[in-house]
C-alpha cells in the first residue's frame, strides 16, 4: 500500500470545515499530491450537509507558491507537459472553488505568490493578516499571470491590474483591500481571528440554500468568462513556458542570478 503524506487536513466543526494546507517546507506549493489532496476536501465538504462554507488555511509562513512541478518532472515528464499538468490542475482548483455550492473563505497569513492568487481570487472571501505579502512576478520569468487572470482579473481594478501584472511589486495586505484582491486587511492576527468569527457567525445564520443561490449570484459572470477563455489561457500559459526566454528565466530564477534582460544595474 502506498504511504501517501498527508499535507492538507481538515477539521468540521460548528457547520465549517477547516482545510488547512500543511506543506511549509515547500511554501505549500501546489504539487500533485497537495493537489489532489486539496481537491478531495473540497469535495467532501460540498458534499457534506453538515458543512455550511469552508475556511481554507495554511500552516507556515507562505500560502501558497504557486505550482511544485518537482513530482512530474521526477516521474519523467518534460518541463512543458509538467507545467502543462500544472496549469490544468491550477483550472480544476479555481473552478471547483467557484462552482462549490459553498461559500469558501481564505483565511491568510502569510507570503502569497503565482498560483496561491489563483486560489484567492476564487474565493469567496478574502481575510489577510498582517503577515501577507503579495506579488505577481511572472513577467520577470519571462511569463504571465494567463491562467490565474481568469479570476484576477474580473475582481481586480483596471489599473491594479495595470501596474502589478507588468511591475512584479510586492505589496501589502491593505493594498490588496484597496484593489479587490482580498476583502479585509487586520493588524494582527487576534484581529484576523475575531474578523474571521463575525464572518462565521454571519454564514452560520443563513440557510444552505440562501447561501448557494446568492453564492451563484455572485460568480455567475466570472463562471462565464472563465469557461468561455480557459482553454485560450492555458494555451498561452503553455506557449510562454516552452519559450527560450521563458527557459532563461528560470534557469536564472534557480540560480539566483539576473536574467539577461535584467536592466536594474545598469540603470542605477
Given amino acids: 500500500m502506498?504511504?501517501?503524506?498527508?499535507?492538507?487536513?481538515?477539521?468540521?466543526?460548528?457547520?465549517?470545515?477547516?482545510?488547512?494546507?500543511?506543506?511549509?517546507?515547500?511554501?505549500?506549493?501546489?504539487g500533485g499530491t497537495l493537489v489532489d489532496q486539496l481537491l478531495a476536501a473540497l469535495a467532501s465538504a460540498s458534499d457534506d450537509p453538515s458543512v455550511r462554507a469552508v475556511v481554507l488555511t495554511h500552516t507556515g509562513g507562505t500560502f501558497c507558491a504557486g505550482a511544485d512541478?518537482?513530482?512530474?518532472?521526477?516521474?519523467?515528464?518534460?518541463?512543458?507537459?509538467?507545467?502543462?499538468?500544472?496549469?490544468?490542475?491550477?483550472?480544476?482548483?479555481?473552478?471547483?472553488?467557484?462552482?462549490?455550492?459553498?461559500?469558501v473563505i481564505a483565511r491568510i497569513d502569510g507570503h502569497v505568490r503565482a498560483g496561491g492568487f489563483g486560489l484567492i481570487g476564487a474565493a469567496d472571501i478574502v481575510l489577510a493578516g498582517p503577515s501577507c505579502t503579495f506579488a505577481l512576478t511572472e513577467a520577470r520569468l519571462g511569463l504571465a499571470p494567463s491562467v490565474i487572470s481568469l479570476v484576477l482579473l474580473p475582481k481586480l481594478t483596471a489599473r491594479a491590474t495595470g501596474r502589478y501584472f507588468l511591475s512584479g511589486e510586492t505589496f501589502d495586505p491593505r493594498t490588496a483591500v484597496r484593489i479587490g484582491l482580498a476583502t479585509e486587511a487586520f493588524a494582527s492576527s487576534d484581529d484576523l481571528a475575531t474578523g474571521l468569527d463575525a464572518v462565521l457567525t454571519g454564514i452560520r445564520r443563513s440557510s444552505p440554500?440562501?447561501?448557494?443561490?446568492?453564492?451563484?449570484?455572485?460568480?455567475?459572470?466570472?463562471?462565464?468568462?472563465?469557461?468561455?477563455?480557459?482553454?485560450v489561457r492555458?494555451?498561452?500559459?503553455?506557449?510562454?513556458?516552452?519559450?527560450?526566454e521563458a527557459r532563461a528565466g528560470m534557469t536564472a530564477f534557480l540560480s539566483k542570478q539576473r536574467p539577461p534582460w535584467d536592466l536594474t544595474v545598469d540603470a542605477k
Avoid: C, W, Y
Avoid at 521526477?74 to 472553488?97: C, F, N, P, Y
Avoid at 440554500?209 to 482553454?231: H, P
Fill in 234 to 244: 492555458a494555451a498561452e500559459s503553455a506557449a510562454l513556458f516552452g519559450s527560450d
Fill in 209 to 231: 440554500q440562501g447561501l448557494a443561490a446568492s453564492k451563484a449570484l455572485a460568480t455567475a459572470s466570472i463562471l462565464a468568462d472563465f469557461d468561455a477563455s480557459a482553454d
Fill in 69 to 103: 512541478l518537482s513530482e512530474a518532472l521526477k516521474s519523467g515528464m518534460s518541463v512543458e507537459d509538467a507545467s502543462a499538468h500544472g496549469t490544468r490542475s491550477m483550472i480544476d482548483l479555481m473552478r471547483t472553488i467557484l462552482t462549490m455550492p459553498k461559500p
Fill in 2 to 30: 502506498t504511504n501517501t503524506t498527508k499535507v492538507v487536513h481538515t477539521a468540521v466543526a460548528g457547520g465549517i470545515a477547516t482545510v488547512v494546507l500543511d506543506s511549509p517546507a515547500n511554501r505549500n506549493a501546489l
